[in-house]
């Protein structure tokens, strides 16, 4: 997806033991952490960044003993990230920025998916 217009940007720690990916549809959990949106879900934001406890990008996946340099846009958080790591997530929670994103279907198939207006259901392209 491509961000067209200004960004109103919030940074929000990521939940426990998630995989999140720069540019993913997000919600807040029960708990007020960052997971990724899902179907009939409320979007927060998307994700612009992710970012170590100081504000620095991530430079690693995540996952123990990754190499440096292996971050390459998704991220896996530990199972003590809210407490110990508090790696987080820089999103644009704009209402007034515009994404576009790919079909993975047809268009067209379902009454009304061509006209202007219809929502259709944005998902993570990674598994939550």
Known sequence: MISIGAPVLRRVTI????????????MIDEQGLLQNGGAASRV????????????????????????SGSFVGS???????????????????SKYSLYSAD??????????????GIDYAILPAIPY
């Open 15 to 26: 939940g426990t033991s998630r995989q999140v990916t720069v540019l993913n549809a997000t």
């Open 44 to 67: 927060f934001g998307h994700i612009d960044a992710i970012q170590e406890l100081n504000g620095v990008g991530v430079e690693t996946t995540g996952l123990a003993g990754a190499a």
């Open 75 to 93: 991220f896996d958080t530990s199972a003590t990230n809210p407490a110990v790591a508090q790696v987080s997530a820089v999103c644009d929670v």
């Open 103 to 116: 079909p993975d279907a047809t268009i067209a198939t379902t009454v009304g998916s061509n006209l202007l």
